[in-house]
């Protein structure tokens, strides 16, 4: 394989814990893993226990080849067509394009970012891959919040996920850690995406 005219930070973490905020933070260019989510008539997707509900907490319901093969043009190419997925909807509902414009890195996060680390990383495409950790009573309230103020689910759904994610929100962060993720607040986090920035940039010769 040539070697790549961008790198990707991989960005994961539990629902609520910060990482769209700081992808954006970060001024680079930003793929959003959440956007390969199946859509709701999938046979495949999984079900809760009881089979009464979709569980989208689980890899199952995620595209992971469709987000590698999206990372992976855009490591090679700059530029990558990608889904719109609406959460309340279920489904993806139009395409879009994503230029990196030049940018040497650029940030791809999601709840399931975690579990395409090894295969990116097998494909050379990694600078960077972050679990972001905090405490599950704060991460729990501010997912709740801003699910609610988006309208993505129906508020008895939304309390009974946030239940059932803040209980298991370590072994989460513990899993991520597993599959190659560094754990660590926002402040590390964004000192080592600076970093990675850093680390690929060119020198110009004068």
């Given at each position: ?5 961008a790198r990707v ?15 954006a ?6 793929l959003?893993l959440d956007?390969?989510y ?7 997707l ?8 979709v569980?989208w ?16 043009a855009?490591c ?9 997925y609406?959460?309340?909807a279920?489904a ?5 394009r994503?230029?990196l414009q030049?940018?040497?890195v650029?940030?791809a996060e999601g ?15 990694v600078?960077?891959?972050l679990c ?13 919040v801003?699910?609610?103020?988006e309208?993505r ?6 309390m009974?996920r ?8 370590r ?18 986090a964004?000192q080592r995406?600076s ?5 690929a ?6």
């Amino acid at each position: 394989m040539s070697e790549p005219l961008a790198r990707v930070i991989l960005v994961a973490g539990p629902s609520g814990s910060g990482k769209s905020s700081l992808a954006a933070r970060t001024g680079l260019p930003v793929l959003v893993l959440d956007d390969f989510y199946k859509d709701g008539d999938d046979p495949a997707l999984p079900l809760l226990p009881g089979g009464s509900a979709v569980d989208w907490d689980a890899p199952g319901s995620w595209n992971a080849d469709a987000a590698v093969a999206a990372i992976a043009a855009l490591c090679a190419e700059g530029v990558a067509e990608t889904p719109v997925y609406d959460l309340s909807a279920s489904a993806a509902t139009g395409r879009a394009r994503l230029d990196l414009q030049g940018a040497p890195v650029f940030v791809a996060e999601g709840i399931f970012a975690a579990e395409i680390v090894g295969r990116c990383r097998e494909l050379g495409l990694v600078a960077d891959a972050l679990c972001l950790r905090g405490r599950p009573a704060t991460t729990a309230r501010r997912r709740f919040v801003r699910d609610l103020r988006e309208g993505r689910k129906s508020v008895l759904f939304l309390m009974r996920r946030g239940w059932h994610l803040m209980r298991a929100e370590r072994a989460i962060v513990a899993r991520h850690i597993q599959l190659g993720c560094h754990p660590c607040g926002h402040t590390e986090a964004g000192q080592r995406i600076s970093g990675a920035v850093a680390g690929a940039r060119v020198p110009v010769e004068a």
